[in-house]
């Protein structure tokens, strides 16, 4: 449970009592299953089931589901916290320049490294700024500022955070010029910065074509093959193979167009998932980064298959 504790304050949440989100998760997972034990009784009170027929049912409900659905409870959870904490993390990373640059000023100024830092918060800095008043607020009430920013660049998994602290803080026991040396490493940060969006601007065609091909063209090419199996199903299904001496027999309802509905809508949706992440690597260099391209992907991709489908029938469904 301290693993837990420290898990969210890393998030930005702060708890007294770490149990009380396994009880949330677990009521939360009894919950859905009551739910689900209402709609089974209401099912089965119409199809004349009785109590010990269903029994069976609602002992896998209440054993195998409800560990399944906690289970699944607490990876959206983790799930939840760990972007939260990524996102705390690209929120530092993005001011930290700034604020090393302000600090370099107040140094310039006269002032020591501690006052410097305090006064170089500003309210934009958001999450940083919020961390930089607890380094100030330790410090006043007697802790080492090496202690504290060093418990401050743990909370966060930031190896730019972490590296810009610990030069700054090697630069402060050798007595050297600290200005200088953190206004080095600010502009370091911001060319790291520059060439990274180099980079991401000299892949933009293949993110073109992923996109053009996850988005574009295979739903069009799956409402299009949905057309197909209606229109072959029609002459098929027109067509008596009694008595013409075939080795072969055809079933015109082996493959619903329902069926085939769910399939390109499913398939169609993992593969605007995992094309959203590709692009992520590509241009973030990693997937968290780019969780939002997923809804965008999905959501398109379905509302032109959709839109495709509804196109093809009007202009084929005349023919046959």
Known sequence: ???LKNYLEKAGYSIDDETKVSKMIVRAGIFVNILITIYLFYTGYYRG????????????????????????????????????????????????????????SNINAGMPIDQALCYAVRPRFGILAKEIEEVAKRTLVGDELKEALLEFTKKYDS????????????????GGKIADIINKIALDIQNTRTFKKEMAANVTTYVIFISFATVAAAPFL???????????????GGINFEGTGAGFSFDASA??????????IFTLSMTSVFSAMIISIIKKGNIKEGLNYIPAFVVTNIVIYLIATKLLDIMLGGLF
């Open 222 to 236: 799956f409402a299009l093959s949905k057309q197909l199996l209606i229109i072959i199903k029609s002459i098929m």
């Open 1 to 3: 449970m301290k693993n």
């Open 255 to 264: 493959i619903s167009v329902a069926d085939y509905n769910v399939f390109a």
């Open 159 to 174: 190896l730019v955070l972490q590296r810009s602290i610990n030069l700054l803080l090697e630069g402060v026991d050798s």
């Open 49 to 104: 089931d009785s109590f010990l027929e269903l029994l069976p049912t609602l002992i896998g409900v209440w054993t195998v589901l409800l560990f399944a659905i906690i289970l699944g409870l607490w990876i959206l959870f983790y799930f939840f916290v760990d972007l939260r904490i990524f996102k705390r993390r690209l929120d530092i990373e993005e001011v930290l320049p700034d604020f090393l640059m302000l600090t370099s």
